[in-house]
């Protein structure tokens, strides 16, 4: 291979992203992770590409909006390229709403989103019916909302990596870094720059309901996933002692699960899964400048909205990284 315009340390999604649109500029690629594709937060079991609500909007939430909406394209140039099933569906998301209250707000939230999300997605609350996929609420009525989307995590970072292969790429377990290095370490980057991990733990169920919307309940991601599995997460744990190991409250996961959403009881669990995600201070992506680095760069923090993000994430650091161009937004930088 030719000597390496851009090297990404890291082969998690915000890595692999970046690699990715910097390839598709023309240049040529290097990813240096010595642990494999994936093998931090991004090859978790979840993968819900969720908006935040509607609402107090900011520079994030509006970055957030603009990468999911480029999400659909993306994913798809990925894995044409890839011949990989990243498994991505915008198959929208439902939320029931539990008093009063909560159908106020949600309502609410409709007409902000009417006006924040362009007519590119809806916001709207709607009877819950009587079909089966779809959460009890005390109100009869859920939100659903058709911004939300859904991504197989592994097999869409295996894709992104293979797509930086096809467009003249390498992915290494090891290797000097050559011209301009991204630093998109994880959790164990995001503690060189005063940010910390947040462990999460998830479980795969065996339960086919492809094509069916996400769920959000009981503050439970619920993600049928098109291979006939469920994915279910997760916690957040700022204190834990074994980084990697699942333990009752991936138990207590469960049982809220199958009382949010009855139709899950007894579903076989296929795979239990924990892992740490990188969390910045201010909950936000941490991208451009390398604080502690001269010369370098990062892209880190993706905490839960990683695969959400990543899209957009690519795109404003290739443009930094290969032009100078520098979009990123105020909030965003170390």
């Known amino acids: 291979m030719a000597t390496a315009d851009v090297t990404v340390m890291g082969a998690g999604v915000f890595g692999l992203s970046v690699a990715y649109a910097c390839a598709r500029r023309g240049a040529v690629v290097r990813v240096i992770d010595p642990h494999g594709v994936a093998s931090g937060s991004s ?14 909007w900011n520079a994030k939430k ?24 990243v498994g991505y569906a915008r198959s929208g998301r439902l939320q029931p709403l539990v008093d009063a209250r909560a159908v ?36 009869g009525l859920v939100v659903h909302d058709t911004l939300s989307a859904l991504i197989h995590p592994r097999q869409a970072t295996r894709a992104l990596a293979d797509a930086v ?24 980057g995001m503690q060189e ?29 619920i993600i049928p996933h098109g291979d006939g599995t469920v994915a279910i ?35 076989e669990v296929l795979e239990r899964w924990a892992g740490v995600r990188p969390r910045s201070k201010s909950r936000a992506p941490v991208l451009g400048a390398h604080p502690t680095r001269d010369g370098e760069y ?22 930094l990284v290969l032009d100078d161009d520098d979009q990123i937004p105020g909030e965003f930088r170390a």
């Open 43 to 56: 090859g978790g079991l979840v993968g819900a590409l969720a908006p935040h609500v509607p609402e107090n």
């Open 165 to 188: 292969a096809a467009l003249g790429g390498e992915v290494l377990a090891e290797g000097d870094p050559q011209g301009r290095v991204v630093w998109a370490t994880g959790w164990s």
């Open 298 to 319: 990062i892209a880190n923090g993706g905490f839960k909205i990683g695969f959400g993000m990543a899209p957009k994430v690519g795109e404003v650091m290739a443009a």
């Open 193 to 221: 720059i005063g940010g910390n991990g947040v462990k999460g733990q998830a479980a795969l169920l065996r339960f086919d309901a492809a094509g069916q919307p996400q769920l959000f309940a009981d503050a439970l991601h």
């Open 104 to 139: 106020a707000l949600a309502h609410e939230r409709a007409g902000i989103a009417a006006e924040l999300w362009q007519g590119k997605a809806q916001w709207e609350v709607i009877s819950s019916g009587e079909a089966n996929w779809m959460p009890p609420s005390p109100t």
């Open 62 to 85: 509006a970055f957030q909006f603009e990468s999911l909406i480029m999400a659909e394209a993306f994913w798809r140039d990925v894995a044409d390229l890839s011949g990989v099933n």
């Open 233 to 267: 997460g997760s916690t957040s744990e700022r204190e834990f002692d074994d980084p990697y190991g699942t333990d009752e409250g991936l138990d207590d996961v469960l049982e809220r699960a199958t009382l949010a959403f009855p139709i899950l009881h007894g579903a």
